[in-house]
């Protein structure tokens, strides 16, 4: 099983950005599927998640100007990221809750 992520990339504050992150096998719409970040000498926190019903939770940092989704059919789940902002700046991971797998991650920065 892997989760590919993309979508990283260097944006100015106030910017957008959309994360995709692609999984392979068969167990993707049966899992809740999250995105986390590590910003350099943090913990890594957990942005936001998705159910398996679209249920959606987000920190409270991101709440408003990022939104989490998900399409079975493509077995993948987005981020997209708007009113970015410098603090926002952080490796992003994706995450799937079942057997707890990581991808590999992508960097996002934001700098003017």
């Known amino acids: 099983v892997q989760l590919q992520a993309s979508g990283g990339g260097l944006v100015q504050p106030g910017g957008s950005l959309r994360l995709s992150c692609v999984a392979s096998g068969d167990i993707f719409s049966i899992s809740a599927m999250g995105w986390y970040r590590q910003a350099p000498g943090k913990q890594r926190e957990l942005v936001a998640s998705i159910t398996t019903s679209d249920t959606t939770t987000y920190a409270d940092s991101v709440k408003g100007r990022f939104t989490i989704s998900r399409d079975n059919a493509k077995k993948t789940v987005y981020l997209q990221m708007n009113s970015l902002k410098p603090e926002d700046t952080a490796v992003y991971y994706c995450?799937?809750?079942?057997?707890?797998?990581w991808g590999q991650g992508t960097l996002v920065t934001v700098s003017s």
């Open positions: 995450f799937r809750f079942v057997l707890g797998i």
